[in-house]
């Protein structure tokens, strides 16, 4: 059995290997329904939450992220209109972050229904940015931070340098407003206390949401069952220690009730919170583990470390995600006092023991 699924093992999924069907949903609780649409990325799902809802007097739904704005997921979404709603609207389109998956269709379906948007601010400030500018996630800032980096490759850096328009192409529009989610908040759905959980590392500012009516929580992307939370550093904030935010973010979860029904944005409904949250502490002490062994035997750029952390081969598309996590492992040992780093002739981080 592989480490994963021995540790999808301790976890419990109420509704076994069951899933959504295509364009339909399944009914998790009262007024709580599961939608999972199709990304054509390696991750290849996206799991979409339509909570029950009454605002302002007028009954309706409140749908919990939007897929990516491609003519599959809008057809689903056309077959979920038709099919799931009861015959009501979509009265407000909450997003927990601001990735192409989750918010690219935010601005179709808010105008479609003429329904709000509510998200933290600093998600929706950086997706209305990026979905403007013209090199998001490429361009010579990028290359040349990878470089920094130890990537070297002439051809690598050149598509790297080339690559236009990686968000807006999957997020072409944000609504021109918005309502802003702040941890701590309580959202009122269908009559129902939610709880904002804000969370760092992964997103600017990722918004988890917990009923304890229900029991529910909403975790987006920060607490997978069988997958581990990309968290990585880019050139916009090049010196962020993103993986020790990470790891407090998920910390936070840890009052929440033993068996809380746990709702993530891919993978299967859950339980056992408190195992996920341990397992995911564990892993990444001993991806950390590993990265001080490399630099004991020599001085290491993030580059260096991608075998060490990824033990498969990687494209050039998984290579920069994966160079952004090993920034990340590199970071937290720094701030943490483990390593030292110099940046050597060529410009290139390198980090060794701290004496
Ligand atoms: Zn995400």
Request: hydrophobic share 40%; proline share 7%.
């Given at each position: 059995m592989s480490v994963s699924a021995e540790l999808e093992r301790a976890l ?212 997978l069952p069988r997958i581990s ?37 891919h993978g299967k409904?859950f339980?056992?919170?408190?195992t996920r949250?341990?397992q995911l502490?564990d892993h990444?002490?001993d ?24 033990k498969r ?43």
């Amino acid at each position: 059995m592989s480490v994963s699924a021995e540790l999808e093992r301790a976890l419990d999924y109420p509704l076994g290997d069951e899933l959504p069907p295509q364009g339909g949903a399944i009914e998790l609780a009262p007024g709580i329904k599961w939608l999972r649409m199709r990304l054509p990325f390696a991750l290849d799902h996206i799991n979409l939450w339509l909570l029950r809802d009454r605002i302002d007097g007028r009954e309706g739904w409140t749908a919990v992220d939007c897929c990516i704005d491609r003519p599959e997921p809008r057809a689903d979404w056309e077959q979920v209109f038709a099919t799931q709603l009861d015959g009501l609207p979509i009265l407000r389109v909450l997003v927990t972050h601001m990735h192409p998956d989750h918010v690219g269709l935010a601005h179709w379906l808010c105008e479609r229904w003429n329904a709000p948007l509510w998200m933290s601010g600093t998600d929706y400030q950086t997706a209305r940015y990026a979905c403007q500018v013209v090199n998001s996630f490429g361009g010579e800032r990028l290359a040349d931070y990878f470089q920094s980096h130890g990537m070297s490759n002439p051809a690598d850096l050149e598509e790297i340098r080339n690559r236009k328009s990686y968000y807006r192409n999957l997020v072409p529009a944000l609504p021109p407003s918005y309502a802003r989610l702040l941890h701590g908040d309580t959202v009122t759905i269908g009559g129902q206390a939610w709880r904002c959980i804000a969370g760092y590392g992964h997103a600017p500012e990722h918004m988890a949401l917990y009923c304890e009516q229900l029991n529910v929580l909403i975790s987006g992307d920060m607490v997978l069952p069988r997958i581990s939370t990309n968290v990585s550093v880019y050139e916009m904030e090049p010196e962020a220690d993103a993986l020790t935010l990470f790891l407090d973010s998920i910390d936070r979860f840890k009052p929440l009730p033993s068996d809380v029904l746990v709702l993530p944005s891919h993978g299967k409904p859950f339980r056992g919170l408190h195992t996920r949250i341990q397992q995911l502490h564990d892993h990444h002490r001993d991806r950390l583990d590993e990265v001080m062994a490399a630099a004991r035997e020599q001085p290491v750029c993030a580059y260096d470390i991608l075998p060490v952390l990824f033990k498969r081969p990687l494209d050039l598309h998984q290579t920069t995600f994966a160079l952004g996590e090993a920034v990340a492992h590199l970071h937290r040992l720094w701030y943490g006092a483990k390593l030292r780093r110099t940046r050597d002739d060529a410009g290139v981080w390198r980090f060794a023991p701290a004496p």
